[in-house]
């Protein structure tokens, strides 16, 4: 079982990227629900995104996460987003600054470079799907890639594609080391 809490910020796609998992995963044959946190949330605002992949009984309610993924690295200097996951949970934090708490990838140049910026906002929702995927094995490259159309819009498929594999392969070179 894959417990994921997804932090963004109101705009970044947190819920896309874990429906898009979600979608990953029923292809893939397993189960999975991706449910939304809605409140009076705005563009900007801290919001989080919940997926859970796994055997049935699924349920909706998640306190702790095994893999926390933060889709702005602001936001670790905000809020204590480690009070999201249980005891040995994995943090992924798009952020160009390490730490030895978390994995980072600077999904926001990997956005920009394939020209993933939209309302003068990178896009890096999809990136972190596929840094998530990477690190945890919990769905494939080819399963991401196959459900992305379904998910961007036809003219940001190739751009979304390229930034995918990319993240993907640079987080799969870092679980390695």
Known sequence: MYEVIFIGRGGQGA??????LAYVAA???????ALPEFGA??????????????EPPLHSSMKKADYVVVLDGRIVDQIDVRQYGKPNAVYIVNTKREASWYIAIDATSIAIKHGLVVAGWPVVNLIMAAAFAAVSGAVSLEGILRALPEFVPRR???ANRNAVVEAFNLMKLAKAR
């Open 156 to 158: 940001y498929v190739d």
């Open 27 to 33: 292809l893939e044959g397993k189960q999975a629900q």
């Open 41 to 54: 949330e705005r563009r900007g605002a801290v919001v989080k995104a919940y997926l859970r992949i796994g």
């Open 15 to 20: 819920v896309t990227a874990a429906q898009l």
